[in-house]
């Protein structure tokens, strides 16, 4: 039996997760670039690319580094690059390896300094403008009046090559249910199009638009004018998309096997505390579930039963409802998290299962890559 605390990855849901966004993106006509901050592993991106994904998203510059590195053909780091040093690096590790290399700016600072570091490199980088859909983080606003000026200076900077435009409907997360976030994704969809015709109005030729979160993904119908698909969470999924009654825990590939270390008359002791579980109540700050994870006995299948609240965590303990009488101490669980993304990112490693089977372990290579 393994030592705990463990985060596992189920292979056949993987694999099967994998396969569902592919078909997926094959069937509505769309590109898929899945976003690596979920996985954060050189072996789970070779499974995406090898199962038709066209390239890979990043958030930070040193986690797009890791795979620039192991060679990935094509990479959008969707993540606004303002310091110069920073995208130097990027910049040489994708002129080194020919990559082709996209990214996203929503500023004229951030534009102009890409434009000055890629001339000085003699490179071309396709430049994607965000569109804020709602999430109120990064992007322009599709009222804003810098927009036109934006796309068409960028249009008119020799070194950079205006791609098109890109959002990401993280609020959706917020959603209370599948409707409301298939609703958010329509909207997204009305917006990026009303983008689109306005830019195209002035003469900008807008080549892809590409959006992408796993909850407007899973929920979508609206995919006209969409050109490309970013989800990230799909892989794993977690207690987010099967609360908004998008996902079933039999599509969950990520657990995190704990042990019951003590118990006392409210709570079931474990070893997985915050620095494993992560006190993410959800992706975006959102906290739908009211706990921080879901907890199965291993002998039971996940989902199976009612689940049991990880109701509390200290650094290394969790707390976890003893609403059963039967679970001694010494039990393994296994925990459901509200978001997986964030518990790799503390994981030096998967533990790649098959049944009740360790199969392999694969090294979480861009862990901690927040630069
Ligand atoms: C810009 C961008 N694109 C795509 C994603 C993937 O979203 P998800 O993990 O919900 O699939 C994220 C996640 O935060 C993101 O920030």
Same mark, same amino acid.
């Given at each position: ?70 060679? /990935? ?31 996203? +700016? ?99 030729? +807008? ?34 998309? +099967? ?91 296994? /925990?459901?998290? *509200?978001?997986?993304?964030? /518990?790799? *990112?503390?994981?030096?490693?998967? /533990? ?20």
């Amino acid at each position: 039996m393994l030592e705990t605390p463990a985060v596992l990855i189920d292979r056949e849901r993987l694999g099967r997760n994998i396969a569902w966004a592919q078909a997926l993106a094959d069937r509505r006509g769309v590109a898929l670039r899945p976003h690596v901050k979920t996985h954060k592993c050189l072996e789970i991106a070779r499974l995406q690319l090898e199962g038709g994904a066209v390239g890979l998203t990043a958030s930070k510059v040193d986690e797009a580094f890791v795979f620039l590195e192991a060679g /990935v053909p094509s990479m959008t780091v969707a993540y606004p690059i303002v310091d110069e040093r920073k995208l130097r690096r990027l910049l040489l590790a994708a002129q080194e390896r020919t990559t082709d290399l996209r990214v996203v +700016v929503d500023s004229r600072e951030a534009s102009q300094l890409l434009a000055r570091v890629a001339a000085e490199m003699r490179m071309r980088v396709g430049v994607f403008v965000e569109i804020d859909v709602g999430l109120h983080r990064c992007g322009l606003n599709e009222s804003d009046p810098e927009l036109i000026d934006l796309a068409q200076w960028i249009r008119s900077a020799a070194p950079l090559q205006f791609t098109g435009l890109l959002s990401h409907a993280g609020h959706a997360y917020g959603a209370g249910d599948a409707e409301e976030v298939a609703a958010i994704a329509a909207e997204e969809c009305r917006i990026l199009q009303r983008v689109r015709a306005m830019l195209e109005g002035c003469g900008i030729e +807008v080549a892809e638009v590409s959006v992408g979160a796993t909850p407007t993904v899973l929920a979508s119908e609206a995919y006209a004018g969409i050109t490309e698909i970013r989800p990230g969470n799909y892989v794993f999924m977690d207690r987010t998309p +099967v609360r908004l009654g998008l996902a079933t825990f039999d599509q969950i590939g990520l657990t995190v096997l704990v042990t019951v270390v003590s118990r006392n008359a409210e709570y079931l002791i474990t070893d997985a505390g915050s620095k494993v579980l992560t006190s993410d109540l959800g992706a975006h700050g959102t906290a739908g579930a009211g706990g921080y994870g879901v907890a199965f006995p291993i002998d039971e299948p996940v989902g199976g039963s009612a689940g049991l609240n990880v109701a509390r965590l200290s650094e290394e303990h969790g707390f976890v409802d003893a609403i059963r009488g039967n679970i001694a101490i010494g039990t393994k669980l296994r /925990v459901v998290p *509200n978001h997986a993304c964030p /518990v790799v *990112n503390l994981a030096d490693e998967l /533990v790649v299962v098959s049944g009740d089977r360790a199969i392999d372990r694969w090294r979480v290579a861009a862990r901690g890559k927040v630069r």
